[in-house]
């Protein structure tokens, strides 16, 4: 994603309009950018109230009890935290969201890899028409594409049929009302559901590799996994570590399919942390806002350390890629 | 290997390629040629027929049904509305900002790109007890408005830098030229600068339809006790709670939901495709 490194800022103050004035004091720059600060207004505004705002009080709510946005809530400590470390369907939900990054991640990345491999061959014919009909999925809206499967799912739906008859099982089932099998069914929906994005941004890296470096290679008389191995991975890894980073931080966005494909059930077997939050916060008849706000703390704790990651992995990633 | 390259017939290899990619495709877009299918069906006939796609007689039924009676055709308006505001609003937003971020030196410019990347990722489940509490504050919480300002008025990073990426690569003498002739920092913007980064606004609007046509979390809380708001998505939602086994009304809701997104991604394919990859690629 975009990042405004340094050199590229110092590049922009020569190329834009006023020239360098480390002269003048803060008092009179204040005063003569105005209008930038006008500018900006609106973000400023809006990033405060709705990002950063949020992000601030979640930790001042998830300190009360607080059973609903008509009355005002009390303060009760760390009382919230030590009661989802002792909740057991807190840490299902965290181990189902784990679970579903841990298969659906690598599931998402590595297929649209061999997918966009083979749609980046010169030999491949419509190419295009295929990119567009894994693309599709992508547009459609997650609630919507989970109620659909729903149907689909169902044990007398077409998936189930399909699969009884090509004696991949043996009697109708529905994945997605069966508590062995309601994640992985929400995964496999996932999965389907935004391959294309990746596919696109392998199809984009498979761009940066030089055409001349193919040629090399079959001049060597390399065969096509040899090259794939010795020539092609190689210049993929920091492309790879970042499609990873983007599609973990998006297997934190599940809420709209998981919910409305399985409602986190049957018997929690599907819910996940952010179905847990709302479950908590809205679906309850007495609304534990405050105990919610706790989930989300702890549930953001987690994802920093991911971002965190993410920011270390770009950081090497972009050395590994040179100046682009 | 030349030889085999001037060959006209495909190698076995290409054969089999397109089989096991048509076999792929086919499952990927089954699902919509499934629901077209259910929403001209009767609902014992959905589940009935076994594999067969085709419907005895069309019941295009179902589409009336949905739209007037379960209430799509409101849900569809307000989709609509929350769609156009928050796209006209992160579109001004961040290319004023973008502009600003992309051209100019100012104090707080590195903090200010410094909190943008920390927040770049914050998945929605996270804030959105606070989002809440503070569109409840702001009497806002059953409102158009409400919702708008809910997608639109935070987060969006990435279309304030794709537009400080943009304007950051123009001629400085863009500027110049204009200003000799007497023009304000406004009037730069607006008639120059802004036209001239129509690529970029064609992207930030094609990702932020996206996203305010296909969000659900957001929209289903604020309208938790206010129906006459609901989007498609919340509405669907509510359509299976109420009517559990109207099943061709809810493909046909489904089609009537989808539709809109599905039809511009055709008409455009191309711009979709490059402004996810080149939004990527920065």
Same mark, same amino acid.
């Given at each position: 994603m975009t990042t405004t490194?340094p ?9 834009a ?7 003048l ?5 204040l005063r003569k950018?105005?209008w ?8 400023i505004?809006g990033y405060g109230a709705y ?5 601030l009080?979640?930790w ?8 609903g946005f008509?009355?005002?809530g009390?303060f009760?400590?760390?009382?919230n935290?030590e009661?989802?470390?002792g ?5 299902n939900?965290?181990?189902?969201s784990?679970?579903?990054?841990v298969i659906?991640v690598p ?7 061999l997918?966009?491999?083979v749609?980046n061959a010169?030999k ?5 028409f295929?990119r567009?009909?894994?693309?599709l999925?992508?547009v459609?809206t997650g609630a919507?594409v989970?109620?659909v499967?729903t149907?689909l799912?169902?044990a007398?739906?077409p998936?189930?049929l399909?699969l ?5 099982i ?6 997605a009302?069966?508590?062995g099998t309601?994640?992985?069914a929400?995964i496999?929906?996932w999965?389907w ?7 696109i941004y392998?199809?984009a890296?498979?761009?940066t590799?030089?055409q001349?470096?193919?040629e090399?290679?079959m ?7 040899a090259?794939?191995?010795h020539v092609t991975?190689p210049l993929?890894?920091?492309?790879l ?9 998006a297997?934190?966005?599940v809420?709209d399919l998981?919910?409305?494909?399985t409602?986190g059930g049957?018997?929690?077997?599907s819910?996940v942390?952010?179905i ?5 916060a809205?679906q309850?008849?007495?609304?534990q806002?405050g ?5 989300a703390?702890l549930?953001g704790?987690i994802?920093?350390?991911f971002?965190?990651?993410q920011?270390?992995g ?5 050395s590994?890629?040179g100046?682009? | 290997?030349?030889?085999?390259l001037?060959?006209r017939r495909?190698s ?5 390629t397109v089989?096991v990619?048509a076999v792929?495709?086919g499952?990927?877009v ?5 629901l077209?299918?259910?929403s001209l069906?009767?609902?014992p006939e ?9 419907p005895e ?9 949905a739209?007037?009676e379960?209430?799509f055709?409101s849900?569809?308006?307000?989709t609509?509305?929350i769609?156009a505001?928050?796209?006209l609003?992160v ?8 502009y600003v971020?992309?051209r100019?030196?100012?104090i707080g410019k590195k903090f200010l790109i410094?909190?943008?990347l ?10 959105i007890?606070?989002i809440t509490?503070?569109t409840d504050? /702001? ?8 919702v708008i300002l ?15 990426g943009y304007?950051?690569r123009l001629?400085?003498?863009l ?6 002739d007497g023009?304000g920092?406004?009037?730069v913007?607006?008639?120059?600068m802004?036209?001239l980064?129509?690529p970029i ?5 094609i990702?932020t ?5 296909n969000?659900? /979390?957001?929209?289903?809380v604020?309208?938790l006790?206010?129906?006459d708001?609901?989007?498609?998505a919340?509405g669907?939602t509510v ?7 109207d099943?061709s009304?809810?493909?046909a ?8 997104v599905?039809a511009v ?5 191309r ?7 080149g939004?990527v690629k920065?």
């Amino acid at each position: 994603m975009t990042t405004t490194t340094p050199e590229r800022d110092h590049r922009s103050t020569t190329q834009a309009p006023p020239p360098p004035r480390r002269g003048l004091s803060w008092a009179r720059r204040l005063r003569k950018d105005w209008w930038i600060y006008l500018f900006l207004l609106p973000t400023i505004l809006g990033y405060g109230a709705y990002t950063i705002y949020p992000l601030l009080a979640s930790w001042w709510f998830a300190l009360l009890d607080w059973p609903g946005f008509a009355t005002a809530g009390t303060f009760v400590g760390l009382e919230n935290f030590e009661r989802l470390i002792g909740d057991e369907l807190f840490w299902n939900a965290f181990w189902n969201s784990l679970v579903f990054l841990v298969i659906a991640v690598p599931a998402r990345v590595g297929l649209a890899l061999l997918l966009a491999l083979v749609l980046n061959a010169k030999k491949t014919p419509f190419k295009g028409f295929f990119r567009t009909l894994f693309f599709l999925p992508v547009v459609t809206t997650g609630a919507i594409v989970g109620v659909v499967f729903t149907l689909l799912l169902d044990a007398g739906g077409p998936i189930s049929l399909s699969l009884v008859w090509s004696g991949l099982i043996d009697s109708p089932a529905n994945f997605a009302a069966e508590a062995g099998t309601s994640l992985f069914a929400g995964i496999a929906v996932w999965v389907w559901k935004w391959l294309g994005i990746t596919l696109i941004y392998w199809l984009a890296a498979l761009q940066t590799v030089p055409q001349s470096v193919h040629e090399a290679a079959m001049i060597d008389g390399a065969g096509a996994w040899a090259e794939f191995r010795h020539v092609t991975m190689p210049l993929l890894v920091p492309f790879l570590v970042i499609i990873t980073l983007i599609d973990t931080v998006a297997a934190f966005n599940v809420f709209d399919l998981l919910q409305t494909l399985t409602g986190g059930g049957p018997s929690f077997s599907s819910e996940v942390i952010e179905i847990f939050i709302f479950r908590t916060a809205f679906q309850a008849t007495v609304p534990q806002l405050g105990y919610a706000s706790a989930a989300a703390v702890l549930f953001g704790l987690i994802t920093t350390v991911f971002a965190l990651a993410q920011g270390l992995g770009m950081r090497w990633a972009r050395s590994r890629m040179g100046t682009s | 290997m030349t030889a085999r390259l001037l060959t006209r017939r495909p190698s076995t290899r290409q054969v089999v390629t397109v089989v096991v990619l048509a076999v792929l495709g086919g499952m990927w877009v089954y699902p919509f040629v499934w629901l077209v299918s259910a929403s001209l069906k009767t609902s014992p006939e959905i589940f009935g027929r076994g594999l067969n796609l085709l419907p005895e007689t069309p019941v295009w039924e179902n589409y009336v049904r949905a739209w007037t009676e379960v209430g799509f055709s409101s849900y569809f308006i307000n989709t609509l509305i929350i769609t156009a505001g928050t796209v006209l609003l992160v579109v001004v937003r961040s290319a004023l900002a973008g502009y600003v971020l992309g051209r100019y030196d100012f104090i707080g410019k590195k903090f200010l790109i410094g909190l943008f990347l920390v927040t770049f990722f914050l998945p929605e489940g996270y804030t959105i007890i606070s989002i809440t509490q503070l569109t409840d504050q /702001l009497r806002l919480l059953n409102t158009h408005a409400g919702v708008i300002l809910g997608l639109g008025a935070g987060g969006q990073i990435a279309s304030t830098l794709l537009y400080a990426g943009y304007f950051r690569r123009l001629p400085k003498e863009l500027e110049e030229t204009a200003r000799l002739d007497g023009a304000g920092h406004f009037t730069v913007f607006f008639r120059v600068m802004l036209p001239l980064a129509w690529p970029i606004t064609a992207t930030v609007v094609i990702l932020t339809y996206l996203y305010a046509w296909n969000v659900y /979390l957001l929209p289903l809380v604020f309208t938790l006790s206010e129906p006459d708001l609901r989007t498609l998505a919340v509405g669907m939602t509510v359509f299976v709670g109420e009517r559990s086994t109207d099943w061709s009304g809810m493909a046909a809701a489904a089609v009537i939901s989808l539709l809109p997104v599905i039809a511009v991604f055709v008409a455009l394919q191309r711009k979709f495709v490059d402004s996810i990859a080149g939004a990527v690629k920065q």
